[in-house]
């Protein structure tokens, strides 16, 4: 079982930026590649971003390319998100998800999930 822990959101103005941290304990961190997933009211959960094992591969959705950054240290157990020049229309739940596979846009390749943290951004 892994488990992961999910901290940093919060309230913020259009422009500004949070970094959000996911922390990881049970298994071996480092087999697991990592994905940022996130959820509006009323809407589907959608990709933002995932990192490989390794950390080497990262990929982001559109909507935040050039504007999120994904990174991971091993040693902490620990998968980042960097969310800059943030926009109304990130407000959401942001989860963290782990699979031992590949990293994927898809949320239903990842087979473990944390409870999720609150951003809001106020335009």
């Known amino acids: 079982q892994v488990q992961l822990v999910e901290s940093g959101g919060g309230l913020v103005q259009a422009g500004g930026s949070l970094r959000l941290s996911c922390a990881s304990s049970?298994?071996?961190?480092?087999?697991?590649?990592m994905g940022w997933f996130r959820q509006a009211p009323g809407k589907e959960r959608e990709f933002v971003a995932a990192v490989t094992q390794n950390g080497g591969g990262r990929y982001y959705a559109d909507s935040v390319k050039g504007r999120f950054t994904i990174s991971r240290d091993n040693a902490k157990n620990t998968v980042y998100l960097q969310m800059n020049s943030l926009k109304a229309e990130d407000t959401a739940f942001y989860y963290c998800a782990a699979q031992r596979i590949t990293s994927s846009r898809i949320a239903s390749d990842y087979d473990y999930w944390g409870q999720g943290t609150q951003v809001t951004v106020s335009s």
């Open positions: 049970g298994r071996t961190f480092s087999d697991y590649a």
